[in-house]
């Protein structure tokens, strides 16, 4: 079966696009990228549910600012390998998939934008790895200091993250999130987000994906090995010039927890979204992506 055939969602029309595979740090990882091969790269992580699809808007214009951009499915989700264990999503595990990425571009490093879990791993990859990252953006996830510290302090964020619980049952969650056609997952992000933001079109899409063999399991491990096999960073502070986005009609993560995490960085700007969501990316694209180009080329504003 070909990679077309065998996708979850076209190639968006954009000049260089090309989907494949690399070997990085024991795992293959499903990759779509596009813009010049020579340009300096910029790897976009997708969150929870989702996968490489969730950036197909920002490809455009960042291969057209002559970054050379690379979008792999993330461990465990779509098309990428899904190695069982929860040692196989620690976020050490996870970080250290970037680096080896970045290293498959020639460059020793990239610029690097997460959402949500994506967000996440980024954060790690500057905090374990800085050599790794020249620039770093952030999309509606905190430092994981500030994470920690608010989730065992504030009630509200306690009560938020419940889902993060349920995930560390047994089996139970996968059933869960598999049944009426994924209407967990879908619920989450049509539920969360401003009326519109996805159509059916893009949920056939994200059931692909979701409908792998082991895809949802894979997904909810990334859950259990956060709280079973923690792998805190060796330092706190981000020295990458950092750049924070965040929709701060967020239903999972309280607001303050973004303005905590800029003071974590050495370099950071934050731009608030009052009236988007968590999916933020989706919600605001052209903005996004107008900040994102600005922040990675040196450009945005003190």
Avoid at 16 to 22: H, S
Avoid at 48 to 65: Q, S, T
Avoid at 67 to 77: F, I, K, L, S
Avoid at 156 to 163: G, I
Wanted: proline share 8%; glycine share 8%; aromatic share 10%.
């Amino acid at each position: 079966m070909s990679d077309s055939e065998r996708a979850s969602a076209p190639l968006p029309d954009v000049p260089g696009i090309e989907r494949g595979y690399r070997e990085v740090n024991g795992v293959e990882l499903h990759t779509v990228t596009a813009g010049d091969p020579g340009g300096q790269p910029v790897v976009l992580l997708h969150g929870f549910p989702e996968f490489w699809y969730e950036w197909r808007e920002y490809l455009d214009p960042l291969a057209e600012a002559g970054y050379r951009v690379v979008v792999p499915d993330q461990r465990g989700y779509n098309l990428s390998g899904k190695p069982t264990g929860l040692d196989a999503y620690s976020i050490d595990t996870l970080a250290a998939d970037i680096v080896d990425l970045i290293e498959t571009t020639g460059r020793e490093s990239a610029h690097v934008v997460g959402h949500d879990w994506g967000a996440a791993v980024a954060w790690d990859l500057a905090l374990r790895h800085p050599e790794s990252v020249d620039r770093l953006g952030i999309v509606n996830v905190p430092h994981p200091t500030v994470f920690q510290r608010t989730l065992t302090a504030d009630l509200t964020q306690l009560r938020n993250s419940w889902y993060m619980f349920f995930f560390q049952l047994p089996l139970l969650p996968e059933w869960t999130s598999s049944r009426n056609r994924f209407a967990f997952f879908v619920n989450t992000m049509e539920g969360g987000s401003r009326p519109g933001t996805f159509d059916e079109p893009d949920f056939e899409r994200y059931r692909r994906a979701w409908s792998r063999a082991d895809a949802v399991g894979s997904m909810i491990n990334w859950y259990r090995a956060l709280f079973r096999r923690r792998r805190d960073p060796p330092r706190e502070r981000v020295d990458a010039p950092t750049l924070v986005v965040w929709g701060e009609n967020d239903q999972a993560l309280v607001p303050r927890m973004a303005e905590e995490s800029v003071q974590f960085c050495s370099d950071g700007r934050l731009e608030r979204f009052p009236d988007a969501t968590h999916w933020v990316p989706h919600e605001r694209r052209d903005r996004v992506a107008a900040l994102l180009l600005e922040h990675l080329d040196g450009s945005a504003p003190a």
